[in-house]
C-alpha cells in the first residue's frame, strides 16, 4: 500500500499515544526535596534500648490505643507489629545463644518501629485526595480522616509498612504515628521520649539528632561516654560504655533521608529494616506523571489528533447512514403498500 | 451498517444461575457495607489491596477495553469494515468500566467520601490515582454516550408507532446525538490511553515491594499494551461466542483480520518487556523468583502461543483458533495485571488469598455483566443483522484471501 497523507496521519497518531507513554522513562527527574526549616523527629539508638517497652505503653495512653493480645490467657499486651491500635512497637532481634547484646552473632538486640516521617514521603505522594499531608515547617506526616476514602495506596505504597488502616470496622480510619502532635502544641514532648529511661529514644530538631548521631559515631568504643535523655541537649545525662555502632544512620538517605534517625551495633537489616535506594520512587512516578500531563498538552494533541481521524470516518458514515434511512423508509412504505 | 436486537426469551438457564450470582452478591455487599472490609474479604495491612482491585478495577477495566481497542482501528486506521464490531464492543466497555468504578466503591474503606475525588480543593495533582480515578469516571460517562445511538434507535421506532411530537423530539435528538458523536469517540480514544497507561505508573511508588521481574519504568507502556491485548482478546473472545451460543454466521474473516494487529501489540509488549529486563540487568530474577518465576513465564508463554496460533492465515480464519488464542490473550493479560497488582507483591510475613465470599462478589460482578449483555443484545440493536453480516462476511472473506 502507497503510503498516503492519510496512513502516515493516521499512523503517526496511534505510533505517538503509545510511545508516548513508553519514552517518559528517559524523561528529566523532579527536585529532591529537602528536610523541612524546622523538622522535628525522633533519634532511636538500639544500644541504649533494654526492651522494657515503656515507650509503647506511653504510646497508648497518649494516642488511645488499647492493649494487643496474643497469648492464649490475654494477660499480656504483645502486639507483634505496627498496627491501627499500636503506633509504635519494639521488636526484639536474637542470634545463635543470644548472649552478649547489640552482637550481630550470638546476641541480641531491641528495634524500635513507628513512622520515619519521610522527607519525601510516598504516602503523602500517592493519597489522592491529600488525606496525607507534611507539615511545610515541622515536616510531621497528618492523617485526616475527613478527607480520605479508604483507598489504602498509602498502606501499600509505605516502603516501612508504616500506615495501617482499620478492617473490622464499618467506619474505619487509618493509624500512625503523627509524633504527638496534640502533645507538642502542650509544650510537651512525644510519649515515647519523655518515658524512655535510657534515652535510647530521644526527640528534637533533626539537625540536633543528626549532630548527636555523630558525635556517637566518634565515640571510641569501650570509653567512658556520656547519653542524654529525652532530648539531645537534655542535662539529664547518664554514663556509660560507648557502644560498637555499626557505619551508617539509618535514616539519613533511605528513601530520600527520613526525620527519624536510628542508630545500632547490627545491621538495621537484621532489625528487620528494609535496605533501600537513596531516592524515593515517588520521585519516578511523579516525574513520569507530570511529563506526561505537564500543561495537559500531549493529551490535547492526542486527543486533537483524534477528533480529526475521527471526523474524517463519520462524514463518511453519517453520508452511508442517510442512505440507509431512505432505504428503510422505502422498505416501511413498500409494507404499507403490501398491507394495503 | 445495519444492526437489530436479537429477540428471544429473557429468562434462560442462563440469565438465572447469573441472577442468582448477583443476588448472593447483593448479601455479601450489605454485610462488608455494615461490618467492614475484614467481615467479608481476607485484605490485611500487608496486603491492603486484594482481589477487587487487582480483578475487578485493574483487570476489568482492560477486559473493557474491547472499544478502545477496535475503536483505534475503525477510526484512528480507517478501517471501516470493522464496524459491526463497534457496538458489542462499546456495550461489553460499558459494562467493564461501570463494574469496575463500582467494585471500587465496594472497596473504598471510607466510601461515603468518595466524592472527594471530584473536589478540585481536595486534588493531589501528584497523586497517579487522581488521574486514573478523574479519567475513570468520565470515561464511563463517555462509554454511555457512546453507547446511546442503539438506545435512541429503540426509542425513536417506539416513538414512531405512536407519531407525534414525541417522535420529532426524538428523531431530533438522535440527530443532533449523531453530529456530535464523533467528538466522544475521540475522548473514548484519548481517555484509555491516557488511564490504562497511568494504570501501570501507579505501581511505581510501591518500589521493591513488587517483584524486579514487574517493577520497572516502562510499566506505563506495558500497561497500555495489555490494555489492548485484553481488549482485542475480549472482542474476538465475545464474537467468537456470541456467533457460537445464538447461531449466528461467523465473523471470523473480520477477527483474522483483526488479529493482525493483535499479533502486532502483543510483540510490542513482549519486545518492550523483555528489553527493559535485559536493558536493566534483571534476567537472573528469572530463575530466582520461585514461584514467582513461574508466574511470569506463563504469562510470556500464554502471549507467545497466541502469536503464533495467529501466525499462520489457515488458522487465523478458523473460529476454533480464534477462540483459543483469545482465550490465551486474556488469560496472559490478566494473569500479568494480578500478578503486579497482587501476586508479585508483598511484604516479608505477610500473606492474602482472597476469601470465598470475596470471590462470590467477584463472581458476582462478572456475572452482572454476563446477565447485562445477554439481556441488552436482546432488546437493543447492537449485533449485525444476520442477511447483511453474510453478505459482507462474502465480500470480506474475498479481500482477505
Redesign the interface.
Known amino acids: 500500500m502507497p503510503l498516503t497523507r492519510r496512513t502516515f496521519l493516521t499512523r503517526t497518531a496511534i505510533g505517538g499515544a503509545i510511545s508516548a507513554a513508553s519514552t517518559v522513562a528517559t524523561a528529566e527527574t523532579r527536585e529532591e526535596k529537602t528536610l523541612p526549616p524546622k523538622a522535628l523527629g525522633l533519634l532511636f539508638d538500639s544500644t541504649l534500648c533494654v526492651g522494657c517497652k515503656a515507650c509503647v505503653v506511653a504510646c497508648r495512653d497518649a494516642n488511645g490505643t488499647h492493649p494487643e493480645f496474643n497469648t492464649e490467657d490475654k494477660l499480656w499486651d504483645t502486639p507483634l507489629d505496627l498496627d491501627a491500635d499500636t503506633l509504635t512497637v519494639i521488636k526484639a532481634y536474637r542470634e545463635g545463644t543470644g548472649e552478649t547484646k547489640d552482637q550481630e552473632e550470638n546476641g541480641y538486640a531491641f528495634m524500635k518501629k513507628s513512622c520515619l516521617q519521610c522527607i519525601d514521603p510516598s504516602c503523602v505522594s500517592v493519597c489522592p485526595v491529600s488525606a496525607m499531608t507534611k507539615n511545610a515547617e515541622t515536616g510531621i506526616v497528618s492523617y485526616n480522616p475527613d478527607r480520605c476514602i479508604g483507598c489504602r495506596y498509602c498502606v501499600a505504597a509505605c516502603p516501612f509498612g508504616v500506615p495501617r488502616f482499620e478492617y473490622d470496622k464499618a467506619v474505619p480510619r487509618l493509624r500512625k504515628c503523627e509524633l504527638c502532635k496534640p502533645r507538642l502544641a502542650e509544650g510537651k514532648i512525644p510519649a515515647c521520649a519523655e518515658v524512655c529511661p535510657t534515652g535510647a529514644t530521644l526527640f528534637g530538631p533533626v539537625t540536633v539528632l543528626r549532630a548527636e548521631a555523630e558525635r556517637r559515631h566518634k565515640l571510641v568504643p569501650g570509653e567512658r561516654a556520656f547519653f542524654p535523655r529525652k532530648t539531645a541537649d537534655s542535662e539529664d545525662v547518664h554514663e556509660k560504655p560507648a557502644p560498637h555502632y555499626v557505619t551508617e544512620t539509618y535514616g539519613l538517605n533511605e528513601v530520600g533521608g527520613t526525620q527519624m534517625q536510628l542508630l545500632s551495633g547490627v545491621p538495621f537489616k537484621k532489625l528487620g529494616m528494609p535496605v533501600l535506594p537513596n531516592k524515593a520512587f515517588v520521585s519516578i512516578s511523579e516525574t513520569i506523571q507530570h511529563t506526561i500531563y505537564k500543561g495537559m498538552i500531549a493529551p490535547a494533541v492526542l486527543f486533537g489528533c483524534l477528533l480529526f481521524l475521527v471526523r474524517r470516518v463519520t462524514n463518511k458514515e453519517v453520508a452511508l447512514h442517510d442512505d440507509d434511512r431512505d432505504a428503510r423508509e422505502d422498505d416501511h412504505n413498500d409494507d404499507h403498500k403490501g398491507e394495503g | 451498517?445495519?444492526v437489530k436486537p436479537l429477540g428471544g426469551p429473557y429468562r434462560t438457564r442462563t440469565t438465572v444461575i447469573a441472577a442468582s450470582m448477583v443476588a448472593i452478591m447483593g448479601v455479601l455487599v450489605l454485610i462488608r457495607?455494615?461490618?467492614?472490609?475484614?467481615?467479608v474479604?481476607n485484605?490485611?495491612?500487608?496486603f491492603?489491596?486484594g482481589l477487587w482491585l487487582a480483578y475487578d478495577m485493574v483487570a476489568g477495566s482492560a477486559i473493557g477495553c474491547g472499544g478502545y481497542a477496535v475503536a483505534?482501528v475503525?477510526?484512528?486506521?480507517?478501517k471501516?469494515q470493522y464496524?459491526s464490531l463497534m457496538r458489542p464492543a462499546i456495550l461489553a466497555s460499558m459494562f467493564g468500566y461501570a463494574l469496575g468504578g463500582i467494585s471500587v466503591i465496594f472497596?473504598?474503606?471510607?466510601?461515603w467520601?468518595?466524592w472527594?475525588?471530584f473536589?478540585p480543593a481536595?486534588?493531589?495533582?501528584?497523586?497517579?490515582?487522581?488521574?486514573v480515578?478523574l479519567c475513570v469516571s468520565v470515561y464511563t460517562m463517555v462509554l454511555m454516550l457512546e453507547f446511546a445511538p442503539p438506545v435512541m434507535e429503540k426509542l425513536v421506532e417506539w416513538t414512531g408507532r405512536r407519531g407525534g411530537k414525541l417522535h420529532a423530539a426524538t428523531t431530533a435528538f438522535e440527530k443532533v446525538l449523531?453530529?456530535v458523536?464523533?467528538?466522544f469517540?475521540?475522548?473514548g480514544?484519548?481517555l484509555p490511553?491516557?488511564h490504562q497507561?497511568?494504570l501501570?505508573?501507579?505501581l511505581?511508588?510501591?518500589?521493591?515491594?513488587i517483584n524486579p521481574l514487574w517493577q520497572t519504568?516502562?510499566l506505563?507502556?506495558l500497561f497500555?499494551?495489555t490494555a489492548l491485548c485484553i481488549g482485542y482478546g475480549v472482542v474476538m473472545l465475545e464474537a467468537t461466542l456470541v456467533s457460537d451460543r445464538f447461531a449466528r454466521p461467523s465473523e471470523a474473516h473480520l477477527l483474522a483480520l483483526l488479529s493482525r494487529y493483535l499479533i502486532g501489540v502483543v510483540i510490542?509488549f513482549l519486545t518492550?518487556r523483555w528489553g527493559a529486563l535485559i536493558y536493566q540487568g534483571r534476567l537472573h530474577f528469572l530463575f530466582t523468583s520461585g514461584g514467582l518465576s513461574f508466574a511470569f513465564f506463563a504469562e510470556n508463554v500464554l502471549f507467545l502461543i497466541a502469536v503464533i496460533l495467529l501466525w499462520s492465515k489457515y488458522r487465523r480464519l478458523a473460529p476454533r483458533y480464534q477462540f483459543i488464542a483469545a482465550m490465551c490473550i486474556l488469560s496472559g493479560g490478566i494473569l500479568y495485571r494480578l500478578d503486579a497488582y497482587l501476586i508479585a507483591?508483598g511484604?516479608?510475613?505477610w500473606h492474602y488469598f482472597p476469601s470465598v465470599s470475596e470471590l462470590m462478589v467477584t463472581f458476582g460482578m462478572i456475572a452482572v455483566e454476563v446477565l447485562g449483555y445477554v439481556l441488552i443484545v436482546k432488546f437493543f440493536p447492537v449485533l449485525p443483522s444476520v442477511e447483511r453480516a453474510a453478505t459482507s462476511a462474502l465480500a470480506t472473506n474475498r479481500s482477505v484471501a
Not at chain 2, 457495607?33 to 467481615?39: A, E
Not at chain 2, 486534588?123 to 488521574?131: A, G, Q
Request: net charge positive.
Open positions: 451498517m445495519n457495607f455494615c461490618f467492614g472490609l475484614g467481615s474479604t485484605l490485611n495491612n500487608g491492603p489491596w483505534l475503525v477510526y484512528a486506521l480507517n471501516g464496524h472497596d473504598m474503606s471510607r466510601w467520601n468518595a472527594h475525588i473536589w481536595y486534588f493531589n495533582l501528584n497523586s497517579v490515582l487522581i488521574e480515578a449523531n453530529k458523536l464523533f467528538v469517540i475521540a475522548l480514544m484519548t490511553t491516557m497507561s497511568s501501570g505508573t501507579m511505581i511508588p510501591l518500589g521493591p515491594l519504568p516502562v506505563p507502556a497500555l499494551l510490542a518492550i507483591y511484604r516479608v510475613g
